[in-house]
């Protein structure tokens, strides 16, 4: 990322705090564009998304602007939030705000003389990055939905229900009321009804019938996290966590969780009488762990682009998702 000249940085301890917004342009393909950073600049020859520091008196979306006219000579036609984080490096703590951008005007070029890779998410890794590329990498390589199945569905209401889910999501089997037996039963069902789709199935029960069910990851309770935040997760195999307040943030990070569940954002049916966080304060928690997280309580795919500009990956949720009306 480029620097703009003198900083004038809030300061965060004995560290400047500084604020960065980097663009991830997005082909149709799913490619992405890195940059590696030139000869003569800090960490020369690591790749990067695009961007850079935000000045005094910007927003993000301006400085995302005017940083990807200055460096790629191109201008955003559409953008919306992706993930914003902190990370701090020996000398300085950065918060960034990454920007999911898939169209631009005018041809990418190379303003500033340095090298650019269009490269998979999932591919990106081979590259020697910058240590805040991982945590946009795990977003992009996520969808904006997490579905959960009503406790109570039966192998048949769940099977018939599938195409009416949005095309890519998460899917997570939620059926307390199974014993194990005939939850591995049904969730080998459901993992071969949506082979070959971008559909993805998280059990309820453990790394180890995830694994051994060929789903794509497992999901923890808070309770469950904390039972076993030591547990090793296969390579591949996702780990999400519930959470209600910050200390559950900070604890599926340090689980190794890669996303998070987040909520009551919004009064719920189900439960009256709990008091809902509302969408400012998810999003200052949201915003302050370095990983995605999902919005949950009284929200659904009609509540996509809202929750994408509070800092989530997306939204979870039962009921918005279980009828042939939900947005896909």
């Known amino acids: 990322m480029r620097n703009t000249g003198p900083e ?14 980097c663009g991830v342009l997005r082909r149709a393909d799913g490619a992405v564009l890195l940059a590696q950073r030139p000869a003569g600049k800090i960490a020369a020859g690591k790749w990067e998304f695009p961007g850079g520091k935000i000045e005094t008196g910007e927003s993000p979306r301006v400085a995302l602007e005017r940083e990807l006219h200055e460096e790629l000579g191109i201008g955003i036609s559409q953008a919306r939030p992706l993930i914003r984080f902190t990370h701090a490096y020996h000398d300085r703590i950065v918060t960034l705000d990454a920007w999911l951008v898939r169209h631009w005007q005018h041809e990418v070029r190379a ?88 559909r993805r199935v998280i059990l309820d029960r453990g790394a180890a ?70 969408w400012e304060s998810f999003a200052a928690l949201a915003g302050n762990t370095n990983l995605p997280v999902y919005a949950i309580g009284g929200v659904g795919p009609r509540d996509r682009a809202t929750a994408f500009m509070h800092h989530a990956q997306g939204v979870a949720g039962i009921s918005a998702y279980w009828s042939r009306s939900q947005g896909s």
Do not use: N
């Open 8 to 21: 004038r940085p809030q300061v965060s301890g004995l560290l400047p705090h500084i604020g960065v917004a």
């Open 111 to 198: 303003v500033e003389g340095q090298c650019f890779a269009w490269q998979a998410p999932d591919a990106a890794i081979a590259l020697d990055l910058l240590p805040t590329v991982q945590p946009i990498l795990a977003a992009l390589c996520l969808p904006p939905d997490y579905v959960f199945t009503p406790a109570s569905a039966d192998e048949t209401r769940i099977r018939e229900g599938l195409d009416g889910l949005p095309p890519r999501c998460l899917l997570r089997l939620r059926l307390p009321r199974l014993d194990d037996i005939a939850y591995v039963q049904l969730a080998r069902a459901v993992i071969a009804d949506t082979r070959g789709t971008q």
């Open 209 to 278: 019938m995830a694994e051994a069910c060929g789903a794509a990851g497992w999901h923890q309770t808070r309770a469950g996290l904390d039972h076993d935040a030591a547990v090793q997760t296969a390579p591949g195999l996702l780990r999400l966590a519930s959470c209600h307040d910050a200390a559950g943030l900070v604890r599926a990070l340090a689980a190794g969780c890669d996303a998070a569940v987040l909520g009551s954002v919004q009064s719920t049916s189900t439960h009256p009488g709990a008091l809902p966080m509302g």
